[in-house]
């Protein structure tokens, strides 16, 4: 079932700056999680699906709850099903350029699923790989064929809108590869959901007429809660600085002025704890009586990066072209963890892949990253993980995944959704038709890209 998680209303984004909603034309398409509040719909025109769903718009969560997951605005969208989202999206981004009026400036978010699991293209971006014989890169690559494809069909219409001349273009991931579902963050370390820097360092690009310096390598530091001044500041919409923490790059990346960041905390989980035993004196030591190293955390300052806790896995997984299968990939190199080590400290600009761990050789390093971690936890804000909801059930919501709270009149809880909420939870024959649907999602998602 779906969770009542969600980012606090009062944080700041983009679209919620007055100046810039009130200059800009705004425009989103992609995926999201809506979370569980109706208010947090986006309140411009806009097409959004769950986060992490099937390409075909059905959405299960396990056996028992399955929905049709893909929303315009406030409302499911029916009529869209069927279709790929990779295609559908640019087709949408393309419309409304054709109208959008070129005298009105224009802030378009575009977040495909491509390249996600399932790995699911239409037949004639894979035909470009058949010489492949990894059915994971295979899939992989013709995902992101095909998304490449779409986003020059966008740069054309800029072009043929007369909008490209003053457009910046932005284009970043979102995290590393997962290498067991074709991704491959080689030769960096570790994947999706680690510290490492396979998980974490994103690449991208910017493209523009309006840069100053074109066709080079930045390797500045820049972490993506820099895009929201980065942006403000791009539409003359930026007031202050004061309570961002996000720097203004754009000098950075267009004239390759010095970056105002010189540190990143990537996180702190305190939910993610090392196991206590029998590692507790090890991570007394580690943590210099600073910071309580079981805490999964990683910061980077200049050229110096700490990960602390259960970081995630740490191998290094070469490409999955060589032959063989995982086993012998994770044979080629694997990490050596010493019995209860919870610090790791990398210099990450002369050692990029993290081979050579210097917690032990440079400890004031350490002793001031543990001291970093300590005090930006001093201002953090309290882990939000609630249980799963019944409630979000989309039996109870005219089969459709959508928002469920909120919704009860003058504040009173609705009896009969509760009470009918309760049945089918406890229906056997209810759980045996989410199945059956289940599997019918599966069948037409199999039958949609042959």
């Not at 009062?10 to 999680?33: W, Y």
């Not at 997962?178 to 370390?189: A, F, I, K, M, V």
């Not at 004239?255 to 035993?277: A, H, Q």
Request: charged letters at 20%.
């Amino acid at each position: 079932m779906a969770s009542r998680q969600v980012a606090p209303h009062n944080l700041l984004s983009a679209v919620t700056s007055t100046k810039f909603t009130q200059d800009f034309s705004i425009q989103s398409f992609g995926h999201v999680n809506p979370s569980a509040f109706p208010q947090t719909f986006p309140p411009y025109q806009s097409v959004w699906l769950r986060l992490d769903i099937p390409h075909t718009w059905w959405s299960c969560d396990g056996a028992e709850a399955c929905g049709f997951d893909l929303h315009e605005g406030d409302k499911p969208a029916w009529e869209m099903a069927g279709n790929y989202s990779t295609l559908l999206y640019i087709e949408r981004v393309k419309q409304i350029l054709r109208s959008h009026d070129p005298n009105k400036p224009l802030f378009l978010y575009l977040s495909l699923q491509a390249a996600h699991t399932p790995l699911q293209v239409p037949d004639h971006f894979l035909h470009h790989y058949d010489s492949h014989d990894n059915r994971l890169r295979r899939h992989y690559a013709a995902m992101l064929s095909c998304l490449d494809d779409g986003i020059g069909q966008v740069v054309q219409q800029l072009k043929t809108s007369e909008l490209f001349e003053n457009s910046v273009l932005i284009y970043s991931s979102d995290n590393g590869g997962q290498p067991l579902s074709g991704g491959s963050n080689w030769p960096l370390r570790g994947g999706k959901g680690t510290y490492w820097e396979g998980g974490i360092r994103g690449v991208g690009f910017v493209h523009s007429p309006l840069l100053k310096r074109k066709g080079v390598v930045s390797r500045a530091l820049i972490h993506v809660s820099d895009w929201y001044p980065t942006l403000l500041g791009l539409g003359r919409a930026l007031q202050s600085h004061q309570g961002l923490d996000g720097h203004d790059v754009w000098l950075t990346i267009s004239e390759g002025r010095p970056c105002p960041r010189t540190e990143i905390l990537f996180n702190i989980d305190p939910v993610s704890r090392k196991p206590g035993e029998p590692y507790d004196k090890a991570l007394i030591l580690n943590g210099f009586g600073i910071w309580d190293t079981a805490v999964r955390a990683a910061i980077r300052a200049g050229d110096w990066k700490l990960l602390t806790g259960n970081v995630g896995d740490g191998d290094w997984i070469p490409p999955q072209a060589l032959p063989g299968g995982r086993e012998q990939w994770q044979k080629l190199e694997k990490r050596q963890n010493k019995m209860g080590k919870s610090v790791w400290l990398f210099n990450v600009t002369a050692d990029p892949y993290e081979r050579s761990d210097l917690a032990e050789t440079r400890p004031e390093i350490v002793k001031h990253l543990l001291t970093r971690l300590a005090e930006y936890n001093q201002t953090a804000v309290m882990a939000r993980n609630p249980p799963d909801d019944p409630m979000a059930d989309p039996e109870l919501h005219g089969g459709v995944w959508s928002p469920w709270l909120g919704l009860e009149e003058d504040g009173v809880e609705n009896e009969g959704r509760k009470e009918r909420m309760t049945k089918i939870r406890d229906c056997k024959v209810c759980k045996l038709k989410a199945l059956f649907k289940k599997v019918g999602s599966r069948l037409q998602r199999n039958t949609l890209f042959t």
